[in-house]
């Protein structure tokens, strides 16, 4: 799947997990997620586990680095690097 593709499908997903004053949709892929009000701390969790069960990305040896869940941008360089 290439770049494109899963910032549509990464969009996709944080739309249905975002607070609802916030559009995921029209924010910059390098804004912090957190930071600008898109998402609040517990979605992190939801984005993990959309990681894990979606993209093939195996937390439980390396951990997380929340900095790698930050931005969009963040989250499709992880993907790129370490789904399966």
């Not at 898109?38 to 894990?52: G, P």
């Amino acid at each position: 799947m290439n770049r494109e593709r899963r910032h549509t499908e990464l969009i996709t997903f944080l739309q249905s997990i975002q607070r609802p004053d916030a559009p995921v949709g029209d924010i910059d892929e390098n804004a912090h997620l957190v930071e600008s009000g898109l998402i609040d701390s517990l979605a992190m969790i939801e984005i993990i586990d959309f990681l894990e069960t979606r993209c093939g990305i195996d937390f439980s040896e390396t951990g997380i680095d929340p900095e790698q869940l930050g931005s969009v941008a963040h989250i499709l360089d992880l993907i790129e690097a370490r789904a399966s």
